[in-house]
């Protein structure tokens, strides 16, 4: 399917609001990928794509977890909407003929990250955090910056900064989130040379 096929399609499953994150961070994700040496059209399927499943309301997002046969964590149970990953992997392969496991994967793992990612579920997860359309939160130019510089780096100070405000208002934290937490902060300091 091509990208205006695929455009169309898009844009009778989410809001507008959501439409237009996801060309911010197709955009987004083009230019990382560009800087960093990824594939620039899977970076655009990917980004474009990556919420396709968001906009299906939070209780219907579990029943279709379960009828597809997807492996639901005990906090996606908790919390359906975490399942928007999982579930619009699901649908870019099945609706939108992706095939590509690069794609697919950084689409699962947007939201959540993954110990150990691949360099397009790095460019994913950052361009979803950076897109232009993102409303200004905590270190934003900081990390903007940081995602043209060094991926690893960024990963980490959006993951800070998620924890934090999870905690903060006392939200539940993936544990998914926290271990690709650990397994950044602990490759940022063999790198640097610490312990």
């Not at 474009?48 to 379960?66: F, G, M």
């Not at 597809?68 to 999982?86: A, M, S, T, Y």
């Not at 579920?121 to 060094?150: C, G, Q, S, T, W």
Request: aromatic letters at 8%; proline letters at 3%; hydrophobic letters at 35%.
């Amino acid at each position: 399917m091509d990208r205006s096929e695929m455009l169309i399609k898009l844009r009778l499953k989410v809001n507008e609001k959501r439409f237009t994150h996801s060309l911010g961070v197709e955009y987004t994700a083009a230019t990382l990928a560009f800087v960093h040496g990824e594939d620039v059209k899977k970076a655009r399927i990917a980004g474009l794509l990556h919420d396709n499943a968001k906009c299906i309301p939070t209780h219907e997002k579990l029943k279709r977890a379960y009828k597809l046969g997807l492996w639901v964590r005990k906090r996606e149970e908790e919390n359906p909407d975490l399942l928007h990953g999982k579930l619009g992997a699901y649908y870019a392969k099945e609706k939108y003929g992706v095939t590509d496991p690069d794609i697919l994967s950084s689409i699962t793992y947007h939201t959540t990250g993954h110990p150990d990612m691949c360099l397009l579920d790095k460019i994913i997860f950052v361009a979803d955090y950076i897109e232009p359309n993102r409303k200004m939160v905590k270190d934003l130019p900081e990390i903007r910056k940081e995602a043209y510089e060094d991926l690893d780096k960024c990963i980490v100070h959006i993951l800070k900064n998620t924890l934090e405000y999870l905690e903060a208002k006392g939200g539940a934290i993936d544990e998914l989130t926290q271990e690709t937490y650990d397994f950044y902060t602990k490759k940022g300091k063999k790198k640097n040379g610490k312990k």
